[in-house]
C-alpha cells in the first residue's frame, strides 16, 4: 500500500474510530438516563412508604395522647374521690374523738 492509499485509508478507519466513539457515548449516556430515572421512581416510592409510615406513627402518636388525656381525667377524678373520703374520714375521727 503506498502513501496515497495510506492516507484515505487512515483518515477513513479515524472516522469510523469517531464515529464509534460517538454511538458508545450515547449509549452510555441513554444508560444512565435509564438508571436515573429508575433511582429516582424508587426513590418516589420510598418516599411514598415513609411518608405512610410517618402519617400511621402520627395518627397513634394522637390516640395515644387522647388516652393520656383520658387517664389524666380518670386520675383527677380518683384524687377527688380520695379528697372526698379522705374529709369523710377525717369527720368521722373528730366525732370519734369528740365522744
Known amino acids: 500500500m503506498d502513501i496515497k492509499e495510506a492516507g484515505p485509508a487512515f483518515t477513513t478507519a479515524l ?3 469517531l464515529i464509534q466513539i460517538r454511538a458508545d457515548q450515547r449509549e452510555l449516556a441513554q444508560d444512565l438516563t435509564e ?19 410517618f402519617s400511621s406513627v402520627d395518627a397513634q402518636l394522637q ?20 379528697q372526698e373520703m379522705l374529709g ?3 369527720g368521722i375521727q373528730r366525732r370519734l374523738e369528740a365522744a
Open 35 to 53: 438508571r436515573i430515572n429508575g433511582v429516582g421512581r424508587r426513590l418516589k416510592s420510598l418516599d411514598a412508604k415513609v411518608e405512610l409510615r
Open 63 to 82: 390516640l395515644l395522647g387522647s388516652r393520656v388525656k383520658l387517664m389524666e381525667n380518670q386520675l383527677g377524678v380518683v384524687q377527688e374521690t380520695q
Open 15 to 17: 472516522e469510523n474510530e
Open 88 to 90: 369523710v374520714l377525717v
